[in-house]
């Protein structure tokens, strides 16, 4: 089961932040990251790749995107 993190009307760096939060508590997740905006959506996937992680995306449709981020 993976943990939501919902960032919908944040801006960066907050997404970014709230990710590392939940990362450094659980350095496994697998997560899955809400954004509705591009920056959020390329700060987030690239911190997560920095970190050994594995990121794929899906559209959820009305702007929002869901980033799945987990280890392989």
């Given at each position: 089961m993976?943990?939501?993190?919902d960032t919908r009307g944040l801006s960066c760096p907050q997404p970014v932040l709230m990710f590392l939060t939940a990362a450094k508590a659980d350095?496994?997740?697998p997560f899955s990251v809400l954004v509705d905006n591009d920056a959020s959506l390329e700060n987030v996937?690239?911190?997560?790749?920095?970190?050994?992680f594995a990121v794929s995306t899906t559209e959820e449709g009305?702007?929002?995107?869901?980033i799945d981020i987990r280890k392989d």
């Open positions: 993976s943990t939501t993190i350095e496994h997740g996937s690239r911190a997560a790749r920095n970190r050994g009305e702007g929002i995107t869901r």
